[in-house]
């Protein structure tokens, strides 16, 4: 296995992990401290993702102007979910209207993470040395575990939460 396998390998593993996740969190109902525990280890878990994948894979893929499209798009996605999360956060969970949005985060984050490894991951793998496999493998195992240990629920206000 080259290190580019090792790494898209890698952000595959925690893409099952966040599929597992949401179909946790979609089936949970009449526990609100499940739902609770399940959202908050998701946003963590997606949160340092983003992050870490960011610094060692998209900082790297922004350089090769071939990729330089895909990689803006992947990014301002990051930045709808983390937004669409903090609005879920200050979301009542008990509600309707933190389901319907749940559901629409599910489904946007399913796309967003499909798209990367259908589409992305194999253009930037052909375009990657062997010393730039390395160097994104050892990055994102180091931020992640980082940005995971500092990873936070931020809801917004309740009062600015979306409709």
């Known amino acids: 296995m080259t290190q580019a396998e090792a790494i898209f390998d890698r952000l595959k593993e925690d893409h099952d992990k966040h599929r597992d996740l949401l179909d946790k969190i979609e089936n949970t109902s009449g526990d609100p401290a499940e739902r609770?525990?399940?959202?908050?280890?998701?946003?963590?878990?997606?949160?340092?993702?983003?992050?870490?994948?960011?610094?060692?894979?998209?900082?790297?893929?922004?350089?090769?102007?071939e990729t330089t499209?895909?990689?803006?798009?992947?990014?301002?996605?990051?930045?709808?979910?983390?937004?669409?999360?903090?609005?879920?956060?200050?979301?009542d969970m008990s509600s309707n209207a933190w389901l319907q949005k749940f559901k629409?985060?599910?489904?946007?984050?399913?796309?967003?993470?499909?798209?990367e490894e259908d589409d992305h991951f194999p253009d930037f793998e052909e375009k990657l040395s062997s010393g730039e496999?390395?160097?994104?493998?050892?990055?994102f195992n180091r931020r992640k575990n980082a940005e995971k240990a500092q990873a936070e629920v931020t809801p917004e206000a309740f009062e600015d939460a979306k409709d």
């Open 36 to 65: 609770k525990e399940l959202f908050e280890t998701f946003t963590k878990e997606v949160k340092s993702h983003a992050a870490a994948e960011e610094q060692a894979v998209y900082s790297t893929m922004l350089r090769k102007p």
């Open 69 to 91: 499209d895909e990689t803006r798009h992947s990014v301002a996605e990051h930045h709808e979910l983390d937004e669409a999360l903090n609005d879920l956060a200050a979301t």
């Open 104 to 115: 629409q985060v599910k489904h946007d984050y399913l796309h967003h993470i499909e798209e």
């Open 133 to 139: 496999e390395r160097e994104m493998t050892e990055i």
